[in-house]
């Protein structure tokens, strides 16, 4: 047996494999991955000191930028927080309405990750296809909110405008259209032997450790656990809709992947129910002035389930009109350092880049 | 209306075994107030006994006119589907925290940024320093009394003709001698 020399390699920060700026310290033997570490810094922007200097509503400038293929799950995370401390009702409409956004913010963030996905296996069709579709759910957010990436449209109380005259029936068209490409994109990537060769026993994240690594999402639901915000702790009207929580056994990249391909369909089943459902009326409970908005004292925590698992907000408030303290967890703190640092070890180097997409480890929410 | 009989139950499963305090805050949510030095044992004890197994969150709140730092470690129950808040004070000046990453790998994370960004110590913390900031040389960056405006002020050159913040329309005009349009009359309906 020849005895390879260990050498120090590092991908990143700067990777067409890497969602943002992010390294990798990898120590190799070969091929082979021998030990791992992540290394952030790439992107402090400070959101969080920044935010105590501004009032309840700037505070929504900042924080859809934590995550950028996930504005919206942060706003509304946030939103709930501030509202279990002001102890401000939602009207009904409005809940609906962020369910619907919810899901649309899902499934955008699965073309994207589709891209990724594929990409990182050396696929380039398949990222074609999903971003030049994924404009299509971008055209609907654009139509309702103003804005393709950044919304701002979740706010305490409600949502800040109500749907325009027309956007339900375009979105159920939307929905059909995206559900039909899903059919195409099982030939061209689930089909596709290279991807499942690629996958398969790929980057696993053991069962029994998974929860306590702190693995959340479809990470975990790969893992065959069944678990998500939306049932565990149901918030908004997600008590009312049926769909179903796809699990997964294996842990590996594909178990991953399969979750992914089948929560995308319960998203498009989620906003067909809820375009039925939704009742007329309110949309906002609205802040008188939201310039010199006070919210009372207290600590909130509120929990969300975004695309790549729980997302968390800390709110801290000491009773005056700017948040006193406001702290984030996204998935990617604990799967882009210590999951990846954990699983890395043992893998190829060509696979890093695949395994860290489908942890769907996004470097602006670890240091924000 | 739950009647809270599982976020009843644990409560007292706590308080009783460690003599705190704690409440229910409301359906989901136990918080419990406990001694800086006897955190990882009820944890140790919430994570062992109890399952819960998921450490959700860590976070520090500078609670500066108190002088004191509040640690919030929060732990989620698969199972019960509840989620606890087990609260401590430790004092500001000489921050010295129990390392809890012995219990959850995960902590060492935010154990290193909180080391950072509030210059809290927590003996025994493997890693490397730098976490998120590097080369830092002022005072650990999220505790109250760091003023960001003043560093900014400070360590950041600003862009000539930008001094005071002028109106950027203003300075191109004074500059190149162009007639900068006027846009609320150019726009305007009437």
Redesign the interface.
Known sequence: MVREKETTLYLGPQHPGITGNMMVKLKVQGDTVVSA?TH??YL?R?F???IE?RNWIQAFTLLCRFCVPEPDPMELTYARAVEELDNREVPERAKYIRVIVMELARMQSFMLWYAGQSGSAGLYLTPQWSVGDRNYILDLFEDLTGGRIYHMYIWPGGVRRDLPKGWTDKTLRTMDYIEKRLDEYNKILFDNTIFQKRAQGVGIVPKDKA????VVGPVLRGTG?R?DVRI??PYEVYDKIDFDIPTQEGGDVWARALVRKEEVRQSIRIIRQAIADMPEGEYYNKVSNPMKWTVPAG?A?A?TESVRG?I?F?V?SDGGNKP??V?V?GAA??HG???LE?ILPGQNIADVSFILNSLGVCPPEI?R | MTDLLKENKLLDAITTSFKIEGKVIRDHRVEVNADKNTVSSILLFVKNQLGYIHLAHMTCVDWIDQGEYEMIYTVYSPVDKITLFVKARIDREKPIMENIDTIWDQANTYEREMREMFGIEFPGLIGEHDFILEDWDQIPPMRKEFDTHKYAAETFFTRPGREDAKDVREEINKRSGAKVPDFAKKYSRE
């Open positions: 570490s952030v810094g402090h400070a969080e000191k920044l200097r929860i306590e690594w702190g656990i678990s565990d702790e600590q925590w929990r729980e968390g800390h801290t006193y303290r702290h967890k703190y604990t350092v210590t999951v954990k240091e």
